[in-house]
């Protein structure tokens, strides 16, 4: 059973920045692509971005500015690298892994918190 793991958020402030980490417990290669959504409290799933097992990256245009998504396929890892972050950042995040196969796969998501 594949398996993801999101790390890296917490409390932050204002105007800081916050590096997510999804690691997949299988190799990389299997996948065509990584995507991050985030959920707040009350609202809908929102989307954004993917990362594609060939290397090019997508986000959606209300994060594009402040946020950049890499990958590591030695570690079987994607980042999401967040910066100015705003109160309206709050959310839980979470990766989605699209395998080649079609199947699609979830972490069980790290909350971020942007607050004074």
């Known amino acids: 059973q594949v398996q993801l793991a999101e790390s890296g958020g917490g409390l932050v402030l204002p105007g800081g920045s916050l590096r997510l980490s999804c690691t997949i417990s299988e190799s990389f290669s299997r996948f065509d692509a990584v995507a991050w959504y985030r959920q707040a409290p009350g609202k809908q799933r929102e989307y954004i971005g993917t990362?594609?097992?060939?290397?090019?990256?997508n986000y959606a245009d209300g994060v594009k500015d402040r946020f950049t998504m890499y990958s590591d396929v030695g570690q079987n890892t994607v980042y999401l690298v967040m910066n100015s972050l705003k109160p309206e950042d709050t959310a839980v995040y979470y990766c989605?892994?699209?395998?080649?196969?079609?199947?699609?796969?979830w972490g069980q998501g790290t909350q971020v918190t942007v607050s004074s």
């Open positions: 990362i594609f097992s060939t290397g090019p990256t």
């Open positions: 989605n892994a699209r395998a080649r196969d079609g199947a699609s796969y």
